[in-house]
């Protein structure tokens, strides 16, 4: 494996998730560090790193801690969406599993940055006793030395850490569905504007940064080492960093891999991962993944930022990459997801709601063979009327793929209905 | 029935004097995270709490929660149909939730849902007989590195099943008790496109910036509005 290594730094060493690990390799000096800056310094270093949201959108963060800042209205808070639900994603659990300092340092400087003195990390229900546990151990570890709770390191801040759960609900992911649970109802997304950033928008109504577990792993390392060199990590311009790509599918290795942000899907699957298993062949790539536009084999040269993928039709979405091989039938895969999104929409808005239990019923008959060449056409008409209809992006990350896996592997279908 | 209640008044408690002991110290928990005056924002958590103990969310459960926090007992019911986790119906001591989102589904899932719908003797959707197990489909577990993933109770990850470990982890649940869960035919109903149905009676989406509001007693909610 090639590559500078941030953020799985610690992972193989014993107790990786301890505080005596995290410390002896340096931990806890990056926020020592930040504290002596002003906060608006961080932010231009966060700026200037070019880090992207890791959640999935691919947001600029300094740009939205800047959104955050110029509100006049306190209290400010940072929320952090532990809630991991996008199909072929799993490596926020692998961080606060295995090195949940280094997210609490950066989430502890994002307060500094913000000057938010009160943060919840959402996990979602099934972390309770494994991934949250482990982050809860180190909340206490954390507050015990002094990194969290009453004028840190004493530099005057205040900062709290709460970690909270979910209860199964894949919409809750979406930030101010996240919101909505945190408050303590059923997670119907909020109609923007205002958003989250925005007084009105934010948590209990007030100016709220929502971040992805990793990307505030990322703060200590960008604090360390500044902006500018951190952006240089990337392979892309304005992708700055290593990623966690969290690789699945056929491949001999899976599993969740830090590679420069921006390395393309066929050095990822050689170079890491092994390859395909053998007597697997690689047909398609879900490069960020369910939600994410597919590619065929012959695409796997592309690059995987968000720029790139943007241009290409498709996004780098949370960092899932599942490489599927010759025995799936694309139609019987995107029958799959429809069930997922079917039965995450949340309902409230008609072409989410009704597109997507339409579009799963129609692969459903296809799958069957009982399909017609027109309801092939029409799993991708119905979800181009889907499109940028809706309150939140679910509705658009089920069309994406329903278009794309008909256009790239049409025969799939056909093989599957009469006429 | 307690589906369009406004009243919350004294709710007797569906615990024991020993899940009472440890479902108060929870709530009290979950409560401290939140700002004084946003304690009905512990609702997800003292939910979990009630479940935790009566092994599934009761009617009378409900109910106990909203009193407790003074929230409608509406919007109680809103937020326990709406999270897959809450358990709505009893469900066996042991509840086995097989991942079938689209990694475990490409690597074997659909076998394993079948192996366990055979060893249990039941569909997906179901209790068995002597009140042991259940079995679920369930979305992705962010466990896809190591599909096909199971889910055992809500909590424990069980990754890269085989045939074998299947087989090993079902013996080892029959000898263990398991979560003190009540007795019962049915969980959650198993049509995926179930709730999408029952979602599909119309349905007020709220004005900008706001959750939706479906009922009056829900608009006329006791936490301060925005
Ligand atoms: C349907 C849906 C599900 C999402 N699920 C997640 C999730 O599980 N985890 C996450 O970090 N972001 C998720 N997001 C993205 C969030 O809305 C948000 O963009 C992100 O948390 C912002 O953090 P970042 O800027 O650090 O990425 C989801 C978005 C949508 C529309
Ligand atoms: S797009 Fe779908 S999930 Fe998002 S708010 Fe509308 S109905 Fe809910
Ligand atoms: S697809 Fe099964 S755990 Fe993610």
Same mark, same amino acid.
């Given at each position: 494996m090639t590559g500078p290594k941030i953020l799985t730094a610690d992972w193989d060493k014993p107790q990786s998730w301890s505080l005596d690990t995290y410390r002896a390799s340096g931990g806890y000096q990056a926020l020592a560090k930040a504290l002596k800056m002003q906060p608006q310094q961080i932010v231009d270093e966060v700026v200037k790193s070019n880090l992207r949201g890791r959640g999935g959108a691919g947001f600029p963060t300094g740009m939205k801690w800047n959104f955050v800042r110029k509100e006049t209205s306190f209290p400010k808070y940072l929320v952090v969406n532990a809630d991991e639900g996008e199909p072929g994603t799993f490596k926020d659990r692998e961080i606060l599993l295995r090195s949940p300092h280094m997210f609490l340092e950066g989430l502890i400087i994002g307060c500094y940055a913000i000057e938010c003195h009160l943060t919840y990390v959402y996990c979602r229900g099934e972390f309770?006793?494994?991934?949250?546990?482990?982050?809860?151990?180190?909340?206490?570890?954390?507050?015990?030395?002094?990194?969290?709770? *009453?004028?840190?390191?004493?530099?005057g801040l205040d900062a709290e850490v709460h970690a909270v759960y979910g209860a199964g609900a894949y919409i809750c992911g979406e930030e101010t569905a996240l919101l909505e649970s945190l408050e303590g109802r059923k997670g119907y997304p909020r109609l923007k504007p205002p958003f989250p950033a925005n007084a009105g928008g934010g948590l209990f109504k007030q100016p709220t940064?929502?971040?992805?577990?990793?990307?505030?792993?990322?703060?200590p390392a960008i604090v360390t080492m500044?902006? #500018?060199?951190?952006?240089?990590?990337?392979?892309?311009?304005?992708?700055?960093?290593?990623?966690?790509?969290?690789?699945?599918?056929?491949?001999? +290795?899976?599993?969740?891999?830090?590679?420069?942000?921006?390395?393309?899907?066929?050095?990822?699957? #050689?170079?890491?991962?092994?390859?395909?298993?053998?007597?697997?062949?690689?047909?398609?790539?879900?490069?960020?993944?369910?939600?994410?536009?597919?590619?065929?084999?012959?695409?796997a040269d592309w690059a995987s930022d968000f720029d790139t993928l943007k241009a290409k039709k498709t996004m780098a979405g949370s960092g899932a990459v599942v490489y599927? #091989?010759?025995?799936?039938?694309?139609?019987?895969?995107?029958?799959?997801?429809?069930?997922?999104?079917?039965?995450?929409?949340?309902?409230?808005?008609?072409?989410?709601?009704?597109?997507?239990?339409?579009?799963?019923?129609?692969?459903?008959?296809?799958?069957?063979?009982?399909?017609e060449k027109?309801?092939?056409?029409?799993?991708?008409?119905?979800?181009?009327?889907?499109?940028? *209809?809706?309150?939140?992006?679910?509705?658009?990350?089920?069309?994406?793929?329903? +278009?794309?896996?008909?256009? *790239?592997f049409r025969a799939d279908f056909d093989a599957l209905v009469r006429g | 029935m307690i589906s369009l209640g406004t009243q919350v008044?004294?709710?007797?408690?569906?615990?024991?004097?020993?899940?009472?002991?440890?479902?108060?110290?929870?709530?009290?928990?979950?409560?401290?995270?939140?700002?004084?005056?946003?304690?009905?924002?512990?609702?997800?958590?003292?939910?979990?709490?009630?479940?935790?103990?009566?092994?599934?969310?009761?009617?009378?459960?409900?109910?106990?929660?909203?009193?407790?926090?003074?929230?409608?007992?509406?919007?109680?019911?809103e937020v326990a149909t709406f999270y897959t986790m809450y358990r709505l119906r009893p469900v066996g001591r042991h509840h086995i939730g097989v991942c079938n989102s689209i990694s475990c589904w490409a690597m074997?899932?659909?076998?394993?849902?079948?192996? @366990?719908?055979?060893?249990?003797?039941?569909?997906?959707? /179901?209790?068995?007989?002597?009140?042991?197990?259940?079995?679920? /489909?369930?979305? @992705?577990?962010?466990?896809?590195?190591?599909?096909?993933?199971?889910?055992?109770?809500?909590?424990?990850?069980?990754?890269?099943?085989?045939? /074998?470990?299947?087989?090993?982890?079902?013996?080892?649940?029959?000898?263990?008790?398991?979560?003190?869960?009540?007795?019962?035919?049915?969980?959650?109903?198993?049509?995926?496109?179930?709730?999408?149905?029952?979602?599909?009676?119309?349905?007020?989406?709220?004005?900008?910036?706001?959750?939706?509001?479906?009922?009056?007693?829900?608009?006329?909610?006791?936490e301060p509005k925005r």
């Open positions: 309770r006793e494994s991934a949250m546990a482990r982050l809860e151990k180190a909340i206490e570890e954390a507050r015990a030395a002094g990194y969290i709770g *009453k004028n840190i390191l004493g530099s940064a929502v971040n992805n577990v990793e990307t505030l792993a990322n703060m500044g902006g #500018d060199e951190f952006s240089r990590l990337g392979l892309v311009p304005k992708n700055g960093g290593t990623r966690l790509y969290a690789v699945s599918g056929q491949v001999r +290795k899976p599993g969740v891999y830090e590679a420069p942000m921006g390395i393309s899907f066929k050095a990822l699957l #050689d170079e890491y991962c092994g390859g395909m298993r053998q007597g697997s062949t690689l047909k398609a790539i879900i490069p960020g993944g369910a939600s994410s536009a597919v590619m065929t084999a012959a695409e599927l #091989d010759q025995s799936v039938n694309m139609a019987q895969a995107l029958a799959n997801l429809m069930h997922f999104f079917a039965h995450e929409s949340c309902g409230q808005c008609t072409p989410c709601r009704e597109g997507t239990a339409w579009l799963s019923r129609l692969l459903d008959k296809i799958v069957a063979g009982k399909g027109q309801d092939v056409d029409n799993v991708h008409q119905i979800a181009r009327q889907m499109e940028m *209809k809706t309150i939140c992006a679910l509705a658009d990350g089920a069309a994406m793929p329903a +278009k794309s896996y008909i256009e *790239k | 008044g004294p709710v007797e408690s569906p615990f024991t004097p020993e899940q009472q002991q440890r479902f108060d110290a929870g709530l009290e928990r979950a409560i401290a995270k939140y700002p004084s005056e946003r304690r009905k924002a512990a609702l997800l958590a003292a939910l979990h709490l009630a479940q935790d103990e009566l092994g599934w969310v009761s009617e009378p459960a409900m109910a106990y929660v909203a009193f407790r926090l003074d929230v409608p007992p509406v919007r109680v019911r074997g899932a659909e076998q394993v849902l079948r192996q @366990c719908s055979e060893m249990l003797g039941i569909r997906p959707g /179901e209790t068995s007989g002597d009140g042991h197990f259940s079995l679920e /489909e369930v979305a @992705c577990l962010a466990a896809c590195g190591g599909a096909p993933a199971v889910l055992v109770n809500n909590y424990t990850f069980y990754e890269n099943v085989t045939a /074998e470990s299947l087989k090993a982890l079902i013996r080892d649940l029959r000898e263990q008790p398991g979560k003190a869960m009540a007795k019962g035919p049915l969980p959650r109903l198993p049509d995926p496109h179930a709730h999408i149905e029952s979602q599909s009676t119309p349905q007020a989406t709220g004005t900008l910036g706001q959750p939706a509001v479906t009922t009056r007693a829900e608009a006329g909610s006791t």
